[in-house]
C-alpha cells in the first residue's frame, strides 16, 4: 500500500495503462509533469494560495450534536427509509457547546463540510489542480466528462479562471436530473455535449471524452473527474484530493485530542474517499468505510456497487473492479445519485479491498433518500445523494461502536442539485 503506484503506474496488480498507443505520449507528459509539479515549491505555493483564496480552504469539520442524538435514540432514521427525520427535529433538542461528561453522544459524528468549498462540492479541489498542470504543459482547451454536474461545474469554473475553452460531455439522462448543473457550466461558458449513447450516464461521457482526447492531445487536456483511468490520472487526482484529509487529521486532533475511530466517505469512482482516507491508511487503529450505490438493490443492472459486486477488469483505461459479465462486457448499473452511477472504481481502492484496508458497504436509493431528508431536517444541511449514501451507512454502523467512538464523514456535496429530483421521487410538493 505505497502512497505512490509503481513505475508502470500500478497500486498492486491494479491501474496501469490500457489506451490506444495514440494516448501514450500524452500520458507520459502528464505523468513527467505532475511529478515535477509536486517538487516544485512555486507549482505548490501557487495551488495552495487558490485553494486557500478561491475555493475556501480549509473547509470546516462540524460536530454534527444533533445528528450524533438522532442516531442514539430508540426506533432512530429507517434504514428501510420510513424513519421521520422530522419527528427526530422535534425530539431533540437544541445542543451547544460540548456535552457535560456522561452526557455525551454516542458516536460522536463530524462533518467534513467540503459542500462549502466554491461550485459546492470537493471536484474543485482537483480541478484546480489540473488546470495549473495544462497551463505548464501549453494546453488551451479543456476537456471533462460528468455525471452529477459537479464536476462539470468544477471544471468549467477553473478553465474560466484560467481563459481556456472547455468542453464538458454529459449524459443526456443526467442532464435531465443535473438541469441546474448544466445551467452553471452554460452560465461559466463551457459548451455542454450531450452523450445519447449506452444508459446515457457517466460512462457514456467518459467513453466520449476519451475519444475526444484522442485526436486532440497536442492542444487538450483531458481532466479526469475521479481516481480511475490510465496512469497517472488514479494517482494525480487522489493527490489533489488528498487536502480533504490533510485537514481533517489536524482539525479532529486539534478538537478531540485523537484520532478518529471510523472515517466515512460515499464511493462512486471514488476520489472523495481516497482524499479523506490517504492521509490515514498508516493509521492502523482508523477504520475506513467506503460506502458504495445498491441502488435499487443487489441484483443485476439495479445497482453500482463495484468494489462489493463486481471483479476485476479492464474499465476506461485501467485495471480495476469493474461490474461486467463472463465475457468481460459492462453491464448497466443504476443508483439515485448521478455521481455514484460508474460500473467501476478507481484502482487505489481495489488495492485497498484486496487488502482489507478499506472496508465496503452499499446503501440502497432508499436509504440514501431517507437519510437525505434526515440530514436535511435534523442538522439543516442539504447533501448532494451522493453524500447521503455516507450518512445513511451510520444507521447500520452506529450501534457497533462503542459509547465514546469518534466518527467523520465526508461532505462531500451539497444538494442543491439533487433538489428537484428528490423532490419528484418522495412525492413532495414544489408550490404552494
Known amino acids: 500500500m505505497n502512497a505512490s503506484p509503481d513505475e508502470r503506474g500500478r497500486f498492486g496488480p491494479y491501474g496501469g495503462r490500457y489506451v490506444p498507443e495514440t494516448l501514450i505520449p500524452a500520458l507520459v507528459e502528464l505523468t513527467e509533469a505532475f511529478t515535477a509539479a509536486r517538487e516544485d515549491p512555486a507549482f505548490q505555493r501557487e495551488l495552495a494560495a487558490y485553494l486557500r483564496d478561491y475555493v475556501g480552504r480549509p473547509t470546516p469539520l462540524y460536530p454534527a450534536r444533533r445528528l450524533s442524538r438522532a442516531f442514539s435514540l430508540p426506533g432512530r432514521g429507517g434504514s428501510e427509509g420510513g424513519g421521520d427525520a422530522g419527528e427526530h427535529n422535534r425530539r431533540i433538542a437544541p445542543q451547544r457547546g460540548p456535552l457535560p461528561e456522561g452526557e455525551r453522544e454516542s458516536p460522536r459524528i463530524y462533518l467534513k463540510r467540503e459542500d462549502l468549498a466554491h461550485t459546492g462540492a470537493h471536484k474543485i479541489n482537483n480541478t484546480i489542480g489540473q488546470v495549473l498542470l495544462a497551463v505548464r504543459m501549453g494546453k ?20 474560466a479562471l484560467f481563459g481556456m475553452t472547455c468542453d464538458v460531455y454529459m449524459g443526456t439522462e443526467d442532464i435531465r436530473r443535473q438541469a441546474l448543473n448544466v445551467y452553471r457550466m452554460r452560465a461559466l461558458g463551457t459548451r455542454v455535449v450531450p452523450v445519447a449513447t449506452g444508459s446515457r450516464t457517466l460512462k457514456d461521457a467518459t467513453n466520449e471524452a476519451m475519444r475526444d482526447w484522442m485526436t486532440s492531445v497536442e492542444t487538450t487536456h483531458y481532466i479526469i473527474g475521479s481516481v480511475v483511468g490510465p496512469h497517472p490520472f488514479p494517482w494525480m487526482v487522489r493527490a489533489f484530493q488528498s487536502v480533504i484529509g490533510r485537514e481533517a487529521r489536524e482539525q479532529v486532533l486539534a478538537v478531540e485530542g485523537r484520532l478518529p475511530n471510523v472515517l466515512v466517505a460515499c464511493v462512486g469512482g471514488g476520489s472523495n474517499a481516497a482524499g479523506l482516507f490517504a492521509p490515514f491508511v498508516a493509521d492502523a487503529g482508523v477504520r475506513l468505510i467506503g460506502v458504495e450505490a445498491a441502488g435499487r438493490g443487489l441484483s443485476l443492472g439495479q445497482h453500482a456497487a463495484s468494489l462489493c459486486l463486481g471483479q476485476p477488469g479492464i474499465l476506461h483505461g485501467a485495471l480495476s473492479y469493474v ?55 435534523v442538522e439543516g444541511i442539504v447533501p448532494a445523494l451522493e453524500s447521503a449514501h455516507a450518512i445513511a451507512h451510520l444507521e447500520k454502523l452506529t450501534p457497533t461502536l462503542d459509547k465514546d467512538a469518534v466518527v467523520l464523514v465526508c461532505l462531500s456535496g451539497r444538494g442543491d442539485k439533487d433538489a428537484m429530483e428528490v423532490a419528484d421521487l418522495l412525492g413532495l410538493k414544489t408550490e404552494g
Open 140 to 159: 488551451q482547451r479543456i476537456i471533462a466528462e460528468t455525471g452529477a454536474g459537479q464536476h462539470g461545474v468544477a471544471t468549467a469554473t477553473a478553465a
Open 323 to 377: 461490474l461486467q459479465d463472463d465475457d468481460g462486457q459492462t453491464l448497466p448499473v443504476h443508483s439515485v445519485a448521478a455521481g455514484l452511477d460508474y460500473p467501476g472504481v478507481g484502482p487505489e481502492h481495489s488495492r485497498w479491498k484486496d487488502t482489507g484496508r478499506v472496508e465496503y458497504a452499499s446503501v440502497t436509493d432508499k436509504e440514501a433518500l431517507a437519510a437525505f431528508r434526515m440530514l436535511a431536517q
